[in-house]
């Protein structure tokens, strides 16, 4: 016990320090289990994790009911862990929308969308409404489904454009088990929702398409 005590200790004190520079991705995992199980060892428990789902990002994106079939893990442990893991996708929205901040920069973006509906087993449309400073006026979940087949979304981002007065959108959404690459039924929807936006004078910004590990920017590969 007093060994094991000693490790938790050690890893708490390089955190206070550093925060996760020179960790290890088990060592990251390790850490946050510490949380979940008060007494043991759980570094076999992360590495076993890490073996079983392939990268710290990947654990934290499996399902629970996945999650506490590996050795070590249980129903509880498992839904802590996910549990975590939401936290973050909550954080990030609530500081969208709760402080001013400008949408600058693609890779910050694509982290945030990653955490709010990376990790989602169907597909789902996510919309930031922003004014005409690139503040983030407001995120929404539009739809949960498959987001090429539903003609109700451009009706439906146009009405919640209008009720936050935005000037600009950005969508995304996620292609859960496939490529980060749109179909023809996406670039069709995405035409659609832009032209609709526009009747308004409304700009569509861009639309992402995100999956576990690449992205996709309509914006960048110049379809928008």
Same mark, same amino acid.
């Given at each position: 016990?007093?060994?094991?005590?000693?490790?938790?200790?050690?890893?708490?004190?390089?955190?206070?320090?550093?925060?996760?520079?020179?960790?290890?991705?088990?060592?990251?995992?390790? @850490?946050?289990?510490?949380?979940?199980?008060?007494?043991? &060892?759980?570094?076999?428990?992360?590495?076993?994790?890490?073996?079983?789902?392939?990268?710290?990002?990947?654990?934290? &994106?499996?399902?629970?009911?996945?999650?506490?079939?590996?050795?070590?893990?249980?129903?509880?442990?498992?839904?802590?862990?996910?549990?975590?893991?939401?936290?973050?996708? @909550? @954080?990030?929205?609530?500081?969208?929308?709760?402080?001013?901040?400008?949408?600058?920069?693609?890779?910050?973006?694509?982290?945030?969308?990653?955490?709010?509906?990376?990790?989602?087993?169907?597909?789902?449309?996510?919309?930031?409404?922003?004014?005409?400073?690139?503040?983030?006026?407001?995120?929404?979940?539009?739809?949960?489904?498959?987001?090429?087949?539903?003609?109700?979304?451009?009706?439906?981002?146009?009405?919640?454009?209008?009720?936050?007065?935005?000037?600009?959108?950005?969508?995304?959404?996620?292609?859960?088990?496939?490529?980060?690459?749109?179909?023809?039924?996406?670039?069709?929807?995405?035409?659609?929702?832009?032209?609709?936006?526009?009747?308004? &004078?409304?700009?569509?910004? &861009?639309?992402?398409?995100?999956?576990?590990?690449?992205?996709?920017?309509?914006?960048?590969?110049?379809?928008?």
């Amino acid at each position: 016990m007093k060994a094991e005590t000693g490790h938790r200790e050690r890893l708490r004190i390089r955190f206070e320090k550093n925060g996760f520079a020179g960790f290890h991705d088990y060592e990251v995992l390790e @850490y946050l289990l510490t949380f979940i199980f008060r007494q043991g &060892d759980v570094k076999p428990v992360a590495k076993e994790l890490i073996k079983t789902f392939g990268s710290f990002s990947r654990v934290l &994106d499996a399902p629970a009911e996945k999650i506490e079939q590996v050795n070590g893990m249980g129903k509880i442990s498992a839904l802590n862990l996910v549990a975590l893991r939401q936290a973050m996708a @909550y @954080y990030f929205k609530d500081h969208l929308t709760t402080d001013t901040i400008q949408i600058t920069k693609l890779s910050a973006l694509v982290e945030m969308l990653r955490a709010s509906i990376g990790n989602r087993p169907n597909e789902v449309l996510f919309a930031i409404f922003l004014n005409a400073k690139n503040e983030v006026l407001a995120t929404n979940e539009l739809g949960e489904g498959t987001v090429s087949q539903s003609s109700a979304f451009p009706r439906r981002i146009v009405e919640e454009a209008l009720k936050y007065k935005a000037t600009s959108v950005i969508l995304a959404h996620n292609h859960p088990g496939g490529v980060a690459e749109p179909s023809d039924q996406d670039i069709s929807i995405t035409n659609e929702i832009k032209k609709a936006l526009g009747l308004i &004078d409304i700009s569509l910004q &861009d639309h992402i398409i995100i999956n576990e590990e690449e992205y996709y920017s309509f914006k960048r590969e110049n379809l928008i």
